[in-house]
């Protein structure tokens, strides 16, 4: 295989991520998928796991510019976006960049900011820029926002409002590492850090060229419409009150097709909408209180929803 073809270049990625994440290559794809979506990730998970780990390093590998955004209950929306300062020498305002102004943001326990801020991240994550007093400033590309999440259970945090979880392509969680994982972590931190020395493996041409490859993966039709039959089922669920809107129709669609670049594939397959649904849409829907009461989960929910849902026969996809 050439080694400018999008999937050699994922596996760079993902295989320089676990110089520094051990066992955790499924994060590190899932984060692919939510870059060469053009969305934004949220890592749910209690401390200590790897999750700030996960975002430096995917900066790294990349070569872009990183931000980290540690979330308190006294941060406040110009302290993301960023103020215009007056220079009394110039006689004129000038605009102070917040650390926002990066390729890959991390906005660490998001939610211990207050609902004020979580609400200053909306318009940078849905429309890519910030608004300044009236002047709007465009952020870099590519733009990803990886937020990372505390157990609602955990003192001191302010739960995310729905609009503000819709924003997020994904939502994931990494977990304890296993007993062999653990020990590998302390043997690789005996000396060093491996963040420390750390370096890109790709060019800005490969993060580009991956970037654009799943403008080209084919999704055939009986896959879009078990995309929306899927979504359409969460809507009619009777341990939900609110299912998935189109915009997660339209999440799923497009990270089934950069998930098949990954897998070095131009086409998608029902296994790949399988795989991720859970991810993508677990998030965006709201139990009901007797749902809430007997303990279910939504990614519980995605799972009972997929395994009833009809997969495409091979003769419909070959139709």
Known sequence: MSPDHPEVIAGKI?????????????????????????????????????????????ACSL??????????????????TGVSVFSPQAGTFTFRPGPVMANIVLVDE????????????????????????????PLPEPFMVVATENPIEFEGTFPLPEAQLDRFLMRISLGYPA???????LSRLEKEHPIKTLQPVVSPEEVNRFLQAARDVFVEESLRD???????????????????SPRGSIALFQAARVLAVLRGRNYVLPEDIKYLAPFVLAHRLILTAEAQARGEKGFQIMQEIISATPVPTEEALNA
Do not use: W
Request: one cysteine or more; a negative charge.
């Open 14 to 58: 993902i295989d320089n991520i676990g110089r520094v994440l051990v066992g955790k290559k499924q994060a590190a794809e899932l984060c692919l998928v939510a870059l060469g979506c053009g969305g934004h990730l949220l890592l749910e998970d209690v401390p200590g796991v790897g999750k700030t780990m996960l975002a430096r390093s995917l």
């Open 110 to 137: 998001v939610n211990r900011a207050t609902p004020r801020t979580q609400s200053g991240l909306l318009e940078v994550m849905a429309e890519r820029q910030v608004t300044v007093d009236g002047q709007t400033y």
């Open 63 to 80: 070569g872009l510019s990183f931000n980290r955004i540690q979330c308190t209950p006294d941060l406040l929306p110009s302290d993301i």
């Open 226 to 244: 078990y995309i929306v039959e899927l979504v359409g089922r969460t809507r009619h669920h009777p341990a939900l009150a609110v299912g998935a």
């Open 179 to 185: 007993p062999d994982e653990e020990a590998a972590i």
